[in-house]
């Protein structure tokens, strides 16, 4: 199937620095890619949409500024925290669709990122 | 309200043993509904889709309850590698916005 492929799996950084985190399609192109974050014991919770060429789409109370997406390719979106505090150190995982509306379930997920703000 | 409810759990199952459990969703524009199954620190898989009629997929059952709004999914014959948290999931268009419930966990003993 389709794999989806996320970097860095692991990453701890000092508050007030900028993380970037990759969310790459392998072998299909990705006009759409979903941003999600889990915090323990909780549900994935929608990010931001991610289109190839056009600007990201926020979920409400979801801060654009902070949480910057970049989905310049049809292979690669990119997560930036910016300015990073403890409080956003949370499991981040990205998917993507084979094919933009295709009305099924089966997102492909990125292995995700645990992030770790000090 | 949350869109996804799920009982957390855990349920403890010996091995062998037949575990259901619901999930309750609010949104009645719901047009697709799934179970995924998410090992701890791992990314979400699709375990299977929940189809209107009920399904079945070898030792796993779901079922639809559209008009209580709800879905449910029954493993028989539990292995020790079952365990993990099943997250039920609702799909309300067709551009891939997925709800995710918070998952109910599942621990399955010999």
């Known amino acids: 199937g389709a794999v989806v492929s996320q970097h860095p799996s692991w990453v701890i950084c000092k508050s007030g620095t900028s993380v970037k985190i990759e969310c790459r399609s392998l072998d299909f192109q990705a006009t759409t890619m979903f941003w999600y974050r889990q915090f323990p014991k909780q549900s994935l919770m929608l990010m931001a949409t991610?289109?190839?060429?056009?600007?990201?789409?926020?979920e409400q109370g979801v801060e654009k500024d902070k949480f910057l997406i970049n989905h310049a390719s049809l292979t690669l979106s990119t997560l930036t925290v910016t300015s990073a505090h403890p409080e956003d150190s949370s499991f981040y995982i990205c998917s993507a669709r084979v094919l933009a509306g295709e009305s099924t379930g089966e997102l492909f997920f990125g292995e995700g990122s645990r992030l770790t703000v000090l | 309200r949350k869109e996804v409810e799920q009982d957390p759990g855990p349920f403890n199952v010996p091995e062998g043993a037949t575990v259901a459990f619901n999930c309750t969703y609010s949104?009645?524009?719901?047009?697709?509904f799934f179970w995924y199954r998410q090992d701890c620190r791992k990314e979400p898989k699709l375990l299977m889709s929940v189809y209107s009629s009920g399904n079945e997929d070898g030792r796993f059952t779901a079922q639809l309850n559209r008009a209580s709004q709800y879905i449910s999914l029954l493993i028989r014959d539990s292995k020790l590698s079952d365990s993990a948290t099943y997250l039920c999931v609702t799909l309300t268009d067709s551009w891939g916005k997925l709800q995710f419930g918070a998952g109910t966990q599942v621990v399955v003993t010999p």
């Open positions: 949104n009645s524009a719901s047009q697709s």
């Open positions: 991610s289109n190839e060429g056009s600007k990201a789409t926020y």
